[in-house]
């Protein structure tokens, strides 16, 4: 038996990807899990193959969270024991990002998380536990170039499960920031998406499972910080001891990036 074990789980954003492989884990795991995503035919595909229950929501909206809570409690009858908001959108480029980027990123890679969080750690709290993870990438704790709503989302997502941590975790709820860097899914640039593509590589990208693995041994392990890429802790430490080094190693990769775009066109 594991902590996973006979748990009702939803998970966000798991009609594939980091989501997906989740889900897939902790069905392994012996969870009862409900996935839910935007996109309908991929959605019951994955729930099908898994054996997870769908349910087709926009949770970057307060009444698409409440959606997923009721469905979620009414399907398998009693509350869920862990949420993990897992659904997140990289929209926009540099300061041309639209209004409407910015305000679809708030809504989906911060406030769905907090609305979650609104109708869960009430009634978790009368209990005594409940589990409340967040997907919320090493962007959340270094930075990202080319994309500032992603970047300054991730960094809310990751402070808002701290606080989270913080504020409740004396009283029983466990909380878990998943941070890893490259993944291999939708979100992530290919090798001829561009100049930045080129300066970041892909020789350190991981298979969504390998995330979902880190996830698992992180709650096992008790540590808040879900590390995919463990050099990220090391980066995240260096960042904080020495911050214009860091900054100034990010405006030279910066600059790598600016030539590379010139010499493209």
């Avoid at 229950?53 to 997923?68: F, L, M, N, Q």
């Avoid at 080319?146 to 029983?172: I, N, S």
Wanted: charged letters at 20%; proline letters at 4%; glycine letters at 10%.
């Amino acid at each position: 038996m594991t902590e996973w074990t006979d748990r009702t789980v939803v998970v966000t954003g798991a009609a594939r990807g980091i989501g997906a492989a989740i889900a897939q884990r902790l069905t392994d795991e012996g969870s009862r899990v409900v996935v839910t995503d935007v996109l309908p035919d991929e959605l019951t595909e994955t729930a099908e193959a898994i054996g997870a229950h769908p349910v087709t929501a926009d949770i970057g909206t307060e009444d698409g969270v409440r959606s997923v809570v009721d469905q979620a409690r009414a399907h398998f009858g009693g509350d869920i024991d862990v949420w993990v908001g897992n659904a997140g959108v990289a929209r926009g480029e540099g300061l041309e990002s639209s209004e409407a980027e910015w305000s679809s990123s708030w809504e989906i890679n911060v406030l769905a998380h907090v609305r979650a969080a609104r109708l869960l750690i009430p009634g978790w709290l009368e209990r005594g536990h409940g589990r409340f993870v967040v997907t919320a990438s090493a962007a959340g704790l270094l930075t990202i170039l080319g994309q500032p709503t992603y970047a300054v989302t991730k960094h809310g997502a990751e402070a808002f499960a701290e606080w989270l941590a913080a504020t409740y975790g004396h009283r029983g709820i466990d909380v878990h920031a998943i941070c890893p860097q490259g993944v291999r899914t939708d979100m992530y640039p290919g090798p001829n998406d561009g100049a930045l593509a080129a300066v970041i590589g892909h020789d350190g990208a991981l298979q969504p499972a390998d995330v979902a693995d880190a996830l698992v041994k992180a709650v096992a392990a008790e540590e808040f910080l879900v590390l995919p890429h463990p050099e990220v802790k090391d980066y995240f430490a260096f960042r904080a001891s020495n911050t214009d080094k860091w900054l100034g190693g990010m405006q030279r990769l910066q600059a790598r990036v600016d030539q590379l775009g010139a010499d493209e066109k």
